[in-house]
């Protein structure tokens, strides 16, 4: 063990520091991290001398998957959750199901050695997206919001679904059994009905203790044991883990406000963008890492067959989603016009082109490939393994980095670049919420006294300013800016000072160090809420 820790503790140190490099080289390139992750691990796979680093499918589905879902599914907006249902599972589940008898029906006719069975199983590997790179991409373009928040929320529910069609599938090549209709659909909706009862169990359980606490470490450490106990209690109990994690996050995000207190808030923050940026970067590097380990494993086949056959396949299954969005978006539409009596919308098909396009696959596929069994029941081999994986790889490389290359330039094309609606609802919000405040205000002063007035009059005159400056007009705003800016302008000078004085005095040890610590934590949340009002 001491040697294997002598070995991995190096690794794991050059691993880190190429993601915070590749991810300031991403920066300055202005292209999405995952991207320049992958390609970066893949150029260093193919450097003399650089050990051969295997990505372990339990470690993936077991230590990195709970919480990057998670942390995802806790920022999901449930109101866009909700409103984006219908088109949500008709990505999840139609796309999924077609996608998965798509490549079944295709690969048993151009690949020599694949039938039905064992068609199945590799469109149920494959037929899970990842839209980390997509979306990375969309938001710093202005992408209209619903159409990242249906790729985001695509990709959290079909990871489940994905899993959901393996375990179906992957029977009938490892046993020879195949499940009868009724039995398949009972099993169907315990895997998903069970996982999501569990984890919104565990949801309320989780808010019900965080409630009780109040010191920011404690609960930031609940929140990251949080996602392994709702993965790993449904994966007990034979049910998708994927699914209960995403329902105990979705729960736990909309409950966060009123079960965290202030500082969890402010450094779980901190905690979560760091380790969702840790795990992601690991994994798309590890990712890229993989081409050598994969390549040795396959025997039989030339360079040219195996190029021929990973192009072939990767161009079937963006065919696959290219075919399905465009009725889809069509019959969601119409669905929740019937259902949900909402309002035929018309559908936009540069939107859904876009939808189309965006459908990258990541290291989820590639552990579920490798997570196949090398042996079936008789004892034989796992019948084409090795190309599984293989085309598993080629997918991924095709989709997350050719096509997601290609998104700033296609987004641009089909002019969906612009400006955040989020905006006017911003813009809306603070208004109220200034407005609510001097009427509460207006109460207090009736109830004070005279002694009272001079401070009720500032904060008054504080809270008419911002009023004053929401939702200005363009040349009324820009006066208003140009003080404002003035304002902050002398605000961080008198911080900058505040902060020599605080270094100052812990140099000349009139100081301890962590009251020095306390003090540059108050000046960096002003720093902080300046800085986000600015942009």
């Known amino acids: 063990m001491g040697t294997e820790l002598e070995h991995l503790e190096p690794i794991l140190l050059l691993l880190l520091m190429l993601v915070a490099a590749l991810a300031v080289l991403a920066k300055r390139l202005h292209i999405a991290y995952p991207i320049v992750m992958v390609l970066g691990g893949l150029a260093l796979s193919l450097l003399p001398e650089v050990p051969r680093v295997s990505l372990n499918p339990n470690v993936v589905f077991l230590v990195i998957l709970p919480p990057l879902l998670f942390s995802a599914a806790f920022h999901t907006s449930w109101r866009d959750f909700r409103d984006n249902l219908v088109s949500i599972l008709m990505l999840a589940f139609g796309l999924v199901g077609f996608t998965i008898y798509g490549v079944a029906s295709t690969t048993r006719v151009l690949l020599p050695g694949f039938d039905w069975k064992l068609g199945l199983v590799l469109g149920a590997v494959v037929a899970t997206t990842d839209a980390i790179a997509a979306t990375a991409t969309a938001k710093r373009l202005g992408l209209p919001r619903r159409v990242t928040d249906l790729l985001e929320a695509e990709s959290l529910v079909n990871d489940g679904s994905g899993l959901v069609a393996l375990r179906f599938t992957l029977p009938m090549v490892v046993v020879g059994v195949t499940p009868s ?13 069970a996982a999501v009862l569990i984890g919104l169990f565990i949801g309320f359980g989780i808010d019900q203790v965080q409630k009780r606490i109040e010191d920011a470490p404690v609960e930031i450490t609940i929140s990251l044991i949080t996602p392994y106990l709702a993965y790993l209690s449904a994966e007990w109990l034979q049910c998708s883990g994927v699914l209960a994690t995403l329902a105990c996050g979705i729960y736990l995000g909309r409950r966060s406000s009123a079960h965290y207190s202030l500082h969890a808030r402010i450094e779980s923050t901190a905690f979560w963008r760091t380790l969702d940026f840790i795990l992601n970067g690991l994994v798309f590097l590890l990712l890229g890492l993989q081409l050598p380990v994969i390549l040795s494993e396959i025997h039989g086949y030339s360079v040219g067959q195996l190029v021929r056959d990973g192009a072939v396949f990767s161009g079937i299954v963006i065919l ?26 018309n559908i936009s098909p540069r939107s859904v082109l876009l939808v189309g396009w965006a459908g990258m696959r990541g290291v989820l596929a590639l552990a579920a490939a490798l997570s196949l069994p090398e042996r079936i ?18 997918v991924i490389f095709a989709t997350l980095v050719l096509q997601g290359l290609s998104m700033p330039a296609l987004i641009r094309r089909l002019g969906l670049a612009g400006p955040s609606p989020a905006r006017a609802e911003e813009t809306a919000a603070r208004r109220q919420m200034i407005q609510a405040a001097l009427e509460a205000l207006a109460e207090i002063r009736a109830q004070g006294t005279r002694e009272e007035r001079a401070l009720y ?11 004053a400056s929401v939702g200005q007009e363009s040349a009324e705003r820009e006066r208003s800016a140009r003080k404002i800016e003035h304002q902050r302008f002398v605000a961080q000078e008198l911080r900058d000072v505040e902060r020599a004085v605080a270094l100052r005095l812990r140099d000349e040890n009139q100081i301890h160090d962590e009251v020095l610590r306390r003090l540059e934590h108050e000046l960096d949340l002003l720093d902080a809420r300046f800085a986000e009002s600015e942009q």
Do not use: M, N
Not at 330 to 341: D, V, Y
Not at 377 to 389: C, E, M, N
Not at 457 to 467: F, G, K, N, S, V
């Open 181 to 193: 209709v009724a039995k398949g659909v009972g099993t169907l909706l315990y895997l998903i009905v």
């Open 377 to 394: 029941h008789t004892g034989a081999p796992f019948p084409q393994r090795s190309l599984i994986i293989f085309l598993t790889f080629c």
């Open 457 to 467: 009059d500032r904060l008054e005159a504080h809270y008419r300013r911002r009023l």
């Open 320 to 345: 696959l989603r290219l075919l399905w969005v465009f009725p889809g978006a069509w019959i969601s539409g119409h669905i929740q016009h019937r259902i949900a009596r909402k309002e035929l919308q």
